[in-house]
């Protein structure tokens, strides 16, 4: 019986590999994309690929989409979220318009995908989300708090979806990767660097040091850490066995990340900022 999975974000890095690694192994799968040029990259990765426009931060574009994946099946196996940015700044100075930007893609897109695709999922036997979180939503990294507390958001709002839903074969899964070498950090890096320069004059400069410091690092994870291969083999096992956990964490930071979660909040804090001053310094 085929299946079909809908990947938001597939136009590159773990959104494409993931889109890949499911249709190599028998999926049907809609790939996410923005950008009209990027359809025809993923339609010759594989035939059961199939590019469809959706940006998750519009209602309209959301309603098109599953209007399009409703005339070709009445049901979905599986949605994957992991359309994604990643933003910067001091809360001391960030702008608010930063914030929801932020919010906008990671949660609102997120929970927006989901509900419209409930009605579908709930027609299959055994449905599935499966979100791409992060270590960062653990809330131990300093500078990219807009991007931790938004995967610490999408994880309880999924986990309530969870309790409160009635589909009885409904699992929600959240994967949780360490660094991974992927775009997303060039792109991040250059999107925040716009950001900071809306901070005042005050803010650039006491935190000065500290940005090109987080600056340089990001760009470092381009070529350093788990490859997007790693974390589409683990969406395709979460969406293969028969009883996936809840959570996952794939990378040894991502495992130290949990484990410093459960340290208590003033040796956690000390120990993260003790850190940072000295690999800044």
Same mark, same amino acid.
């Given at each position: 019986?085929?299946?079909?999975?809908?990947?938001?974000?597939?136009?590159?890095?773990?959104?494409?590999?993931?889109?890949?690694?499911?249709?190599?192994?028998?999926?049907?799968?809609?790939?996410?994309? @923005?950008?009209?040029?990027?359809? #025809?990259?993923?339609?010759?990765?594989?035939?059961?690929?199939?590019?469809?426009?959706?940006?998750?931060?519009?209602? /309209?574009?959301? +309603?098109?989409?599953? /209007?399009?994946?409703?005339?070709?099946?009445?049901?979905?196996?599986?949605?994957?979220?992991?359309?994604?940015?990643?933003?910067?700044?001091?809360?001391?100075?960030?702008?608010? /318009?930063?914030?929801? =930007? #932020?919010?906008?893609?990671?949660?609102?897109?997120?929970? @927006?995908?989901? #509900?419209?695709? *409930?009605?579908?999922?709930?027609?299959?036997?055994?449905?599935?989300?499966?979100?791409?979180?992060?270590?960062?939503?653990?809330?131990?990294?300093?500078?990219?708090?807009?991007?931790?507390?938004?995967? @610490?958001?999408?994880?309880?709002?999924?986990?309530?979806?969870?309790?409160?839903?009635?589909?009885? +074969?409904?699992?929600?899964?959240?994967?949780?990767?360490?660094?991974?070498?992927?775009?997303?950090?060039? =792109?991040?890096?250059?999107?925040?660097?716009?950001?900071?320069?809306?901070?005042?004059?005050?803010?650039? +400069?006491?935190?000065?040091? /500290?940005?090109?410091?987080?600056?340089?690092?990001?760009?470092?994870?381009?070529?350093?850490? *788990?490859?997007?291969?790693?974390?589409?083999?683990?969406?395709?096992?979460?969406?293969?066995?028969? @009883?996936?956990?809840?959570?996952? +964490?794939?990378?040894?930071?991502?495992?130290?990340?949990?484990?410093?979660?459960?340290?208590? #909040?003033?040796?956690?804090?000390?120990?993260?900022?003790?850190?940072?001053?000295?690999?800044?310094?």
């Amino acid at each position: 019986m085929e299946k079909y999975v809908l990947v938001t974000g597939a136009s590159s890095g773990l959104g494409k590999a993931t889109a890949q690694k499911l249709a190599d192994n028998g999926f049907i799968v809609f790939a996410g994309v @923005r950008k009209s040029e990027d359809n #025809q990259t993923l339609e010759d990765l594989h035939q059961n690929i199939i590019p469809i426009f959706i940006d998750v931060t519009s209602e /309209e574009s959301v +309603n098109c989409a599953f /209007e399009q994946i409703s005339k070709i099946t009445p049901k979905l196996y599986a949605l994957v979220n992991n359309a994604g940015i990643a933003l910067a700044g001091p809360v001391e100075y960030i702008p608010i /318009e930063i914030l929801q =930007k #932020q919010f906008e893609v990671n949660v609102f897109g997120s929970i @927006r995908a989901a #509900q419209k695709a *409930l009605p579908l999922l709930k027609k299959s036997e055994d449905c599935r989300i499966v979100n791409i979180s992060s270590m960062a939503s653990y809330g131990i990294f300093p500078f990219v708090s807009p991007y931790c507390v938004s995967k @610490r958001a999408l994880d309880m709002f999924f986990n309530s979806l969870l309790l409160e839903c009635k589909i009885p +074969n409904l699992k929600v899964i959240s994967i949780k990767p360490g660094v991974v070498s992927t775009p997303i950090w060039n =792109k991040s890096v250059d999107e925040s660097m716009k950001n900071l320069e809306l901070l005042c004059e005050e803010g650039k +400069n006491k935190y000065k040091k /500290e940005f090109e410091f987080l600056a340089a690092n990001a760009r470092k994870n381009n070529e350093k850490g *788990l490859k997007s291969q790693d974390i589409a083999n683990l969406v395709y096992k979460v969406l293969t066995v028969k @009883r996936p956990a809840l959570s996952y +964490n794939i990378g040894n930071d991502s495992v130290f990340a949990r484990f410093m979660s459960y340290l208590p #909040q003033f040796l956690c804090n000390f120990l993260v900022k003790t850190g940072l001053k000295k690999r800044i310094n």
